[in-house]
């Protein structure tokens, strides 16, 4: 028997069969030819994956039960918990799909070494949810104010941040699996998951959050490998030209709308959930995104004719002002939301203004009128200042208002006859090339269209176990918070700004 | 005209969670690749190299003090760019692609 890895990986791989007792059909057919051959640059072996994930998870488990014995729960900024109310559950749907999408990828797959890798990624992820719901357990019963983190997966998916999220993370399983494999594999987890599992952990620690720094170093230790998974199947199907303007559009349109999704939901969480704040987002981003992933990544695959997204240079624009404005967004429907908002206080604006130039005049005015509108005895909510809901985008499913509302790229798209709302260019191209996969996508204000606010969070089901509190708050802190009463008396109708677009 | 937003370089890179062993790692490196870039980032470290880094495992686990193989190597490592290619007792990477 071979004793050395090498030897060992290339005789697992020997254990090969075809199906000769029936027809192999993966859910969704391959539009590019993939050879038998590939790469596995980590060699996995299940063997040593497992003595390897047994130490991870010896190691993690191990510093939450430390996390415990000092208490640590409460020493984390409130502002950080409350945004990770959202974003831990959104990164759990994406383990989720994540699971669903090797799944696929192995019976689709026709190689047995890149088949080894992902079927190590599927038991990758499955810890990866494993260990986020550890966190939301240790969250629920020691952070200060646990209402939201019981509802979690639940109170995401009726979201309209869940839809985004649901969005983006069902690419990965659903459509040609080559396109899915670009997807998650090379954009999401060689590109974008160091902006939140690598980078936000920084944050984490400068916010008192040691448990989420460590579980997500954790994770992102098995994504390496998934990156690697990428590389061997981008380089499998590159040896083949007729492959090549496949992956390019896969590239295209995949980069934007990971950028779109991923962004806007990072870029909040490690600004605006941060009260010390190590690093500017913007500066975060050239350096993983546009440094590591374009110029040491995607730029050195050119020879192979590959090329970087079009859109790189929009995408590192709108990182100057998108968080900023999805958390304006967010504070201004934060009755609608399963966590408690923060007001942005002098501190904050000095650090904004200092990282992104313009911000105070940009911004300010809103966080101004904003701390004006948090005692529920005012009876006014920001909600009810605005002249019209924003509508979602298609595509991305983020809020028609980005970059920021006054450079905003709103559009209405006609495909079919019918009109759909598009945030952006990108999306719009993507909407139009790829029309059948967005569609049918329903949105959240048409749901409530016609509805009172007040009935809208009962049907949510973002209320606190006393009946009446609001698990959705406008700040921390409030002497009295809002219930239920307080909303119903505004008489505030939900309506969808899309309505009678279509003469419905 | 405008620039390149993104020019392609020709540098690798690798982030380490920080650790007993990483700390090894970086005292290794210290002494065999001076002209690596190592920034501490709080909870972990970023270390960055032109064309390639080489992590001999036996030359760390002699300054971390116990055995130290590929696979708890890996326990540590939180992200890289560059090609990767494990070996028994030795992880490269590499800024040629293929």
């Known amino acids: 028997m071979p004793k050395n890895l090498i030897d060992l990986h290339e005789?697992?791989?020997?254990?090969?069969?075809?199906?000769?007792?029936?027809?192999?059909?993966?859910?969704f057919a391959s539009k590019y030819t993939m050879p038998k051959k590939g790469k596995d640059p980590f060699r996995t072996l299940v063997r040593d994956y497992m003595k390897m994930e047994a130490e991870k998870d010896d190691r993690t488990h191990g510093f939450l039960d430390g996390c415990l014995r000092m208490g640590m729960a409460e020493q984390v900024e409130p502002r950080f918990l409350e945004i990770l109310k959202v974003t831990?559950?959104?990164?759990?749907?994406?383990?989720?799909?994540?699971?669903?999408?090797?799944?696929?990828?192995?019976?689709?797959?026709?190689n047995q070494e890149l088949r080894h890798g992902y079927l190590?990624?599927?038991?990758?992820?499955?810890?990866?949810?494993?260990?986020q719901l550890g966190l939301r357990h240790y969250y629920v019963k020691h952070a200060l104010d646990p209402a939201g983190w019981d509802l979690g997966q639940k109170a995401l998916y009726q979201h309209p941040g869940g839809l985004v999220s649901i969005g983006e993370m069902y690419h990965f399983h659903t459509g040609d699996p080559i396109d899915c494999i670009i997807d998650l594999n090379v954009i999401i987890e060689t590109a974008f998951t160091n902006m939140?599992?690598?980078?936000?952990?920084?944050?984490?620690?400068?916010?008192?959050?040691?448990?989420?720094?460590?579980?997500?170093?954790?994770?992102?230790?098995?994504?390496?490998?998934?990156?690697?998974?990428?590389?061997?199947?981008?380089?499998a199907v590159l040896s083949d030209p007729s492959n090549i303007p496949h992956v390019n559009a896969a590239l295209e349109r995949h980069f934007w709308h990971a950028h779109k999704a991923v962004d806007a939901i990072t870029g909040f969480q490690a600004e605006y959930g941060a009260r010390r704040r190590p690093w500017a987002y913007k500066n975060q981003w050239q350096e993983w995104i546009v440094d590591d992933f374009i110029s040491g990544y995607i730029r050195r695959l050119e020879p192979f004719g590959v090329k970087p997204p079009e859109r790189l240079r929009q995408a590192a624009e709108d990182v100057t002002w998108m968080q900023h404005t999805i958390a304006q967004v967010m504070a201004t429907v934060w009755p609608l939301n399963f966590w408690r908002s923060d007001t942005m206080e002098p501190g904050d604006y000095e650090w904004f203004e200092q990282q992104y130039p313009g911000w105070t005049s940009v911004y300010g005015?809103?966080?101004?009128?904003?701390?004006?509108?948090?005692?529920?005895?005012?009876?006014?909510?920001?909600?009810?200042?605005?002249?019209?809901?924003?509508?979602?985008?298609?595509?991305?499913?983020l809020p028609c208002v980005l970059p920021r509302l006054d450079q905003n790229q709103f559009r209405l798209v006609d495909v079919g006859g019918k009109k759909y709302a598009a945030c952006s260019e990108g999306c719009e191209w993507v909407l139009r090339n790829w029309p059948g996969c967005y569609t049918h996508r329903r949105q959240f204000w048409a749901r409530y269209h016609g509805w009172d606010l007040a009935d809208v969070?009962?049907?949510?089901?973002?209320?606190?176990?006393?009946?009446?509190?609001?698990?959705?708050?406008p700040a921390l802190n409030l002497k009295r918070m809002w219930t239920i009463e307080d909303i119903r008396k505004l008489q505030y109708e939900v309506k969808d700004p899309l309505h009678g677009v279509n003469g419905d | 005209m405008t620039t390149d937003p993104a020019p392609a370089k020709n540098t690798v890179g690798i982030s380490l969670m920080a650790s007993a062993e990483t700390e090894a790692a970086i005292e290794y490196l210290r002494e065999t690749a001076p002209d690596a870039t190592i920034s501490a980032r709080d909870c972990f470290y970023k270390i960055e190299r032109p064309e390639l880094l080489v992590f001999d495992l036996d030359a760390i686990a002699e300054r971390l003090g116990r055995p130290l193989d590929t696979d708890m190597f890996l326990v540590n490592m939180s992200s890289y760019y560059g090609r990767i290619i494990v070996e028994p007792g030795k992880v490269g990477i590499h800024a040629e692609i293929y």
Request: aromatic share 8%; hydrophobic share 40%.
């Open chain 1, 11 to 27: 005789k697992a791989k020997s254990y090969d069969w075809q199906f000769t007792y029936a027809e192999q059909e993966p859910k």
């Open chain 1, 88 to 110: 831990l559950p959104d990164i759990n749907n994406a383990e989720f799909q994540a699971v669903a999408a090797c799944g696929g990828i192995i019976s689709s797959v026709q």
């Open chain 1, 120 to 131: 190590a990624q599927m038991l990758d992820e499955i810890r990866h949810a494993q260990i």
């Open chain 1, 196 to 235: 939140l599992l690598v980078a936000t952990p920084q944050v984490a620690v400068a916010n008192g959050d040691h448990a989420l720094a460590t579980a997500f170093l954790s994770i992102q230790s098995d994504e390496s490998r998934h990156m690697a998974n990428g590389y061997g199947t981008l380089m």
């Open chain 1, 365 to 397: 005015p809103f966080w101004d009128r904003y701390r004006t509108m948090i005692d529920p005895a005012g009876g006014h909510i920001p909600m009810q200042d605005l002249p019209a809901l924003p509508p979602f985008c298609q595509v991305c499913q």
């Open chain 1, 457 to 473: 969070i009962s049907d949510l089901g973002y209320i606190r176990p006393d009946g009446q509190t609001l698990i959705g708050q």
